[in-house]
């Protein structure tokens, strides 16, 4: 067998596994990398076509490209159920989002309407047969809803791609399972040189923050990403602040709503439908009137403040409110602006801005310790290690470990022994 990172190799974006056999081709993932100022960043396209694709979860690093597939062919390609949900609207929205911006699709509207057609779902800790030869086992990954550790049998070896995946538990997950006795590990390793805070101890800062808003007549502004953490803030709002106003906006509400479509992908779906059912949906923009006199919390995407309705709030939010980011803000986004100098970009100027300001990581990856324990546990005869900026330097641990691991290049292809 043959392996190819066409994306995602030392990076966090645009994930894209090429395994090629005797004369099968097939992609695990196929994403884009998401560029806060300009057009996203593609993975290669194979040299040749593929026969089957299988999708770990619907974030765009990781689907972004699935249509691209379907330019020139039409084969199947495999995930959850939730994942062609959460991927139909992502994909969508990213295809709106470019033709704000005057940025090109890098495929045409058929071809995305291809892809849908040609989706073929396998539950959880089912196995499906794919075309190409090998058997496929996807188990809940505890990353967000519908994301799966793809296990794969091909000729007598268990190989395992990881996606992205989380081990500890969150108030969506109770976090990944998986099959141990892994021949070939393809492994994300986001947080290979870095651990978690404790979560306890973050959903506590979080809601001190909202508090602080609240208590001093502002309002409370949860900037998310709309699918994961908005349900993630949604839940942990409901639970700490019953009778506040929660206002819900934008892709955080679809995304929401797939949520519930698929409760037995969810921990506790009671508590996601409760706090959804009190929620208030902003429907049209004047309904954000009431949340600007104070006094409410508002869920609302973008996470890092890069466009989104989030930023109008940011205008006009009242005295004493307070802005709790809700995760990873890139080096010169208005989050990261924001948490850096308590200012944003406003129409090409800086502009300071008074509120309480704080950041807090609820982050859906698992951490330096987890990654060590799962490997440890899984115990692999190979570790390819991917989806990380520090890729090389962890293949370095592992290799004084005792382990076999490789961090291969973009586009580098490595035999392996099957
Ligand atoms: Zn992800
Ligand atoms: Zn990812």
Same mark, same amino acid.
């Given at each position: 067998m043959k392996l190819t990172l066409l994306g995602g190799a030392a990076e966090v974006g645009r994930s894209a596994v090429l395994i090629e056999t005797e004369n099968k081709r097939f992609l695990m993932d196929y994403g884009i990398k998401v560029e806060e100022f300009g057009p996203a960043e593609l993975p290669?396209?194979?040299?040749?076509?593929?026969?089957?694709?299988?999708?770990?979860?619907?974030?765009?690093?990781?689907?972004?490209?699935?249509?691209?597939?379907?330019?020139?062919?039409?084969?199947?390609?495999?995930?959850?159920?939730?994942?062609?949900?959460?991927?139909?609207?992502?994909?969508?929205?990213?295809?709106?989002?470019?033709?704000?911006?005057?940025?090109?699709?890098?495929?045409?509207?058929?071809?995305?309407?291809?892809?849908?057609?040609?989706f073929y779902p396998a539950e959880y800790e089912?196995?499906?047969?794919?075309?190409? &030869?090998?058997?496929?086992?996807?188990?809940?990954?505890?990353?967000?809803?519908?994301?799966?550790?793809?296990?794969?049998?091909?000729?007598?070896?268990?190989?395992?791609?990881?996606?992205?995946?989380?081990?500890?538990?969150?108030?969506?997950?109770? &976090?990944?399972?998986?099959?141990?006795?892994?021949?070939?590990?393809?492994?994300?390793?986001?947080?290979?040189g870095k651990e978690h805070p404790d979560r306890e101890h973050e959903e506590k800062k979080?809601?001190?923050?909202?508090?602080?808003?609240?208590?001093?007549? &502002?309002?409370?502004?949860?900037?998310?990403?709309?699918?994961?953490?908005?349900?993630?803030?949604?839940?942990?709002?409901?639970?700490?602040?019953? &009778?506040?106003?929660?206002f819900l906006e934008g892709m955080a509400v679809k995304a929401t709503d797939i949520y519930l479509r698929y409760p037995e992908y969810i921990k506790d779906p009671k508590s996601l439908h409760d706090a959804m059912h009190d929620a208030i949906i902003v429907k049209k923009p004047p309904q954000?009137?009431?949340?600007?006199?104070?006094?409410?919390?508002?869920?609302?995407?973008?996470?890092?403040?890069?466009?989104?309705?989030?930023?109008?709030y940011l205008d006009n939010l009242p005295e004493n409110s307070s802005v709790t980011l809700t995760g990873y803000c890139a080096e010169g986004t208005n989050g990261w602006m924001l948490i850096n100098k308590g200012t944003?970009?406003?129409?090409?100027?800086?502009?300071?801005?008074?509120y309480h300001v704080d950041q807090v990581d609820l982050s859906a990856h698992a951490g330096r310790k987890d990654l060590w324990d799962f490997i440890k546990r899984t115990s692999p005869e190979l570790?390819?290690?991917?989806?990380?900026d520090n890729c090389f330097q962890f293949v370095d641990e592992l290799e004084l470990e005792g382990f076999s691991a490789i961090a291969p290049r973009i586009g580098e292809t490595i035999p392996v022994k099957l």
């Open positions: 290669l396209v194979p040299h040749k076509s593929v026969h089957e694709v299988v999708i770990s979860h619907a974030h765009l690093d990781h689907v972004g490209f699935l249509p691209m597939v379907y330019e020139k062919s039409v084969v199947p390609w495999h995930a959850t159920p939730p994942t062609q949900a959460l991927a139909e609207l992502l994909i969508q929205d990213a295809m709106k989002v470019n033709k704000i911006n005057g940025f090109e699709n890098p495929y045409t509207v058929e071809s995305f309407k291809r892809a849908m057609e040609n089912e196995t499906v047969s794919m075309r190409c &030869g090998p058997k496929l086992t996807l188990h809940d990954a505890g990353h967000i809803l519908g994301a799966a550790i793809c296990e794969f049998y091909i000729e007598k070896k268990k190989v395992v791609y990881t996606g992205d995946f989380n081990l500890g538990e969150t108030r969506m997950h109770k &976090g990944a399972s998986f099959a141990e006795d892994i021949d070939i590990l393809i492994t994300e390793s986001t947080y290979s979080l809601v001190k923050n909202v508090k602080w808003a609240l208590d001093r007549g &502002g309002s409370a502004l949860v900037p998310v990403f709309g699918v994961g953490r908005a349900q993630e803030v949604l839940v942990i709002m409901h639970e700490h602040f019953p &009778g506040t106003p929660i954000r009137r009431k949340a600007i006199k104070g006094g409410a919390i508002v869920i609302s995407p973008a996470g890092m403040l890069n466009g989104g309705n989030a930023l109008w944003i970009l406003d129409q090409g100027k800086e502009k300071k801005l008074n570790i390819v290690a991917m989806h990380g």
